[in-house]
């Protein structure tokens, strides 16, 4: 059963740093596209970036509004993907989702962990 | 950026129902769309992949059409369960965008 749990919400001061993980289990995990999509108070679901698969490097791509402050990795011993997040601001208050695409390029999102949240305020 | 647009916002029905929900690309977008379930509480769930396709599990009173830049969901006889929100997914470009959600609730 593939499995998605992330963690490392928290509330954050703006100009802050925090740095999100999702547990990835029950499938092979290089071989999928990972992402990380957000889901502010009462707003549309909003992608954040991706990380492609281990054939493809794990390169990575991401939302301009994001592009810049933010990073995602994976550990590939963990099977773990990341999300440092720096810089934030309010605007990045959100629920975080980590979502594996099915496969590789324009596959669709086929599981989503639960999300965890990252409040900015001071 | 790709804008995707999803209608109605709010959708009464009753169990046994046949809905649809609509969403429309601001260009085309091959098939490449997915539509996905989030009930409250719940992580999203993906119902349809490239605009018609079932994923496994989902019941067949689900169903999708279109392509292009304009897309439907229909649920055939809806059951207590459907009552959630719905929404969907373009994976044609970056960056890959949402539809605002359909929110099915009880009549």
């Known amino acids: 059963e593939v499995q998605l749990v992330e963690s490392g919400g928290a509330l954050v001061q703006p100009g802050g740093s925090l740095r999100l993980s999702c547990a990835a289990s029950?499938?092979?995990?290089?071989?999928?596209?990972m992402d990380w999509v957000r889901q502010a108070p009462g707003e549309e679901l909003e992608w954040v970036g991706r990380s492609k698969h281990k054939a493809e490097r794990y390169t990575t791509e991401y939302a301009a509004s994001v592009r810049g402050r933010f990073t995602i990795s994976r550990d590939e011993s963990r099977n773990s993907l990341n999300l440092q997040m720096d810089s934030l601001n309010s605007e990045d208050t959100a629920v975080y989702f980590c979502?594996?695409?099915?496969?590789?390029?324009?596959?669709?999102?086929?599981?989503w962990g639960q999300g965890t949240l990252v409040t900015v305020s001071s | 950026d790709i804008q995707m647009t999803q209608s109605p916002s709010t959708l009464s029905a009753s169990v046994g129902d046949r809905v649809t929900i609509t969403c429309r690309a601001s260009q085309s977008i091959g098939r490449w769309l997915a539509w996905h379930q989030q009930k409250p509480g719940n992580a999203p769930k993906l119902l349809i992949y490239l605009a018609s396709i079932l994923q496994t599990g989902v019941p067949s009173r689900f169903s999708g059409s279109g392509s292009g830049t304009e897309f439907t969901l229909t649920i055939s006889n809806l059951q207590p369960e459907d009552f959630a929100t719905y929404f969907c997914q373009q994976s044609h470009s970056y960056p890959l965008t949402f539809g605002g959600r359909t929110r099915v609730e009880i009549k």
């Open positions: 029950g499938f092979t995990f290089s071989d999928h596209y």
């Open positions: 979502v594996r695409a099915s496969g590789g390029p324009n596959t669709p999102f086929d599981s």
